[in-house]
């Protein structure tokens, strides 16, 4: 069994921006010496997190309405009464999802599903550096 981390970075714009990751993953898996095992997808920072949609205008619109809906930016969050940022929402939303996905691997391809992408979407409100962390468990 061997592990191998590798990580890259992607400039988002914050405000619930999604983006789909899965070609960075997938190439990352690619170009490893692995054939099969599993891959952790992680993004460090609590205003991030990471998961899987059918990445297309529509569905990307509707997580938008959704977690505006169920987490609204306008409430009073206890985090911006104490940190004054203004953020207490993308606190909120990323710790709903989670920061990491595992998916496996063999061949060295995702076993993704055809209409199935892995996206980072930051909660944050403001533009972010992000560092993506694969790690590569397998052999």
Not at 3 to 18: A, M
Not at 25 to 39: D, H
Not at 66 to 83: A, C, G, S, T, V
Not at 94 to 108: E, K, M, N, Q
């Amino acid at each position: 069994m061997s592990v191998i981390t590798r990580s890259f970075k992607l400039k988002t714009s914050g405000d619930g921006e999604i983006a789909d990751v899965t070609g960075e993953v997938s190439s990352i898996v690619g170009q490893s010496t692995l054939k099969a095992g599993t891959v952790t997808v992680f993004v460090p920072g609590s205003t991030g997190a990471i998961t899987t949609i059918e990445h297309e205008p529509g569905l990307v619109e509707d997580m938008s309405e959704m977690f505006d809906r169920l987490i609204p930016r306008e409430r009073e969050y206890h985090h911006n009464l104490r940190w004054h940022d203004g953020n207490g929402h993308a606190h909120v939303r990323a710790a709903l999802l989670g920061p990491s996905l595992t998916v496996p691997f063999t061949a060295g391809r995702l076993m993704l599903g055809v209409w199935q992408q892995i996206i980072l979407i930051d909660f944050d409100n403001r533009p972010r550096d992000r560092e993506i962390v694969c790690q590569l468990i397998g052999e």
